[in-house]
């Protein structure tokens, strides 16, 4: 998480001044931009919401976590394949596809290596000893299950036997919002969903529509990829099925907004958390929706509100109902309280500060954009001069001679 933040500020840095680190090859912008990336999909969100998932099902499946060895044999090599994946993206062996840009040689490991991390999630959902299951529950199994589907697929369509022509970017598309719908979301509500009712004390309510908004995210969900094909080269009915499932998925949404409104008015730093996380992701998709339609699509597409859509959903909604996950289950699982609560509520403004300035920004830099493209007259670097904020310049000083 750390270091995606160090690549993230590395990349703002060289939109704006192209010559930082220019002579790094390392280091270009395409190059920490996959790095950036990469760090916080593969790096952060994969072992925090694994290791939430496992704790849950472990927690609910009334009974200590079972083979535990291959979790732990399949965590290290999962972070030795990502580290070699760091290492093929700076030296320019990458994919060009978002979300996807580590390199295929590492990507056969990790999937084995995800299968033994699985491993003991899979034996607490079917070995366990109470009746009846929770959503915190679906939402940790489906995520255990659908990301060796998703990767595997890719892995087949993009790299070993690619597809050709528009379909790679269909395809493409399809991944990295499969990715969002079908394993950072679940794993991120898994937490949520157990967390909530822990800390309000009582049963959630409008509990009976919970599955009804767990299918459709995880059948809608990897439906919604061309949205951001809207107007490209491909058939028309692809973006309107994306449109379509947008909308649909608002669904989801609302049922998630009704399930944990408890976190509203609870005090707690797990729940404080977990409820900015949650308006962030509520809120995400429904500027997604919003955006999706042709009308604002020609407006907002190839613009920094597309930035700031993700950056709202990953750092605010995903990383944020990470933290109160981890602020909720660490406690638990060392038997020591936290150090100081101080500083967990510097943490938690510090980190809400930078997104809301970070999402603004980049909304209102998308929205100077918007009108610019869609003008021929104007240039491409005049776009981006006019989101550049005015900096003064000093003069320069004449050289005095002895």
């Known amino acids: 998480l750390v270091g995606s933040g160090i690549f993230a500020l590395i990349t703002s840095i060289q939109l704006h001044s192209p010559g930082f680190l220019a002579d790094c090859s390392w ?76 390199p295929r040689y590492v990507q056969p490991a990790m999937l084995l290596a995800y299968g033994a991390i699985a491993v003991p999630g899979v034996l607490a959902w079917s070995g366990r000893l109470t009746d009846g299951t929770f959503a915190s529950q679906w939402y940790a199994v489906a995520a255990l299950f659908l990301f060796p589907w998703l990767f595997s697929a890719a892995q087949v369509v993009l790299l070993w036997a690619p597809v050709r022509g528009t379909l790679q970017a269909i395809a493409a598309g399809w991944y990295a919002q499969s990715l969002w719908a079908c ?32 299918w459709t995210l ?17 058939p028309a009915w692809i973006a309107t099925i994306a449109v ?25 730093t797990a729940i ?5 996380g949650l308006v962030a992701y509520v809120l995400t998709g429904a500027l997604d929706a919003l955006t999706s339609f042709r009308s604002v699509a020609v407006d907002t597409q190839f613009t920094f509100l597309a930035s700031a859509l993700e950056q709202l959903g990953l750092s605010g909604g995903i990383s944020m109902m990470f933290f109160g996950g981890i602020y909720f289950m660490v406690p638990r699982l060392t038997g020591r309280a936290w150090a100081s609560s101080a500083l967990a509520d510097g943490h938690r403004w510090f980190v809400m500060t930078g997104v809301v300035v970070l999402v603004g920004a980049l909304a209102v830099a998308g929205w100077t954009q918007a009108d610019a493209l869609l003008d021929a007259k104007v240039v491409l670097g005049d776009i981006f001069g006019r989101v550049r904020l005015p900096l003064p310049r000093l003069q320069a000083q004449p050289d005095l001679q002895v």
């Open 244 to 268: 379509v499932a947008c909308a649909m998925l608002l669904f989801h949404y609302m049922v998630v907004t009704l399930n944990l409104r408890g976190a509203c008015g609870t005090s707690g």
């Open 272 to 276: 404080r958390f977990i409820r900015f």
């Open 27 to 102: 280091l270009t912008h395409g190059r920490a931009e996959a790095l950036r990336e990469t760090a916080f999909i593969y790096g952060w969100a994969a072992n925090a919401g694994l290791a939430l998932g496992l704790w849950v099902l472990g927690r609910l499946g009334g009974s200590p976590l079972r083979a535990l060895n291959w979790a732990v044999v399949g965590t290290v090599f999962w972070n030795l394949g990502v580290i070699g994946g760091f290492i093929g993206i700076a030296t320019g062996d990458m994919t060009s596809f978002a979300l996807f840009q580590l």
């Open 183 to 214: 394993w950072l979301a679940p794993m991120a509500l898994a937490g949520a969903y157990y967390v909530v009712p822990k800390v309000v004390g009582r049963v959630l309510p409008s509990y009976d529509f919970a599955p009804l908004g767990f």
């Open 218 to 234: 995880i059948f809608v969900g990897t439906w919604t990829g061309g949205r951001h094909l809207v107007g490209g080269p491909v």
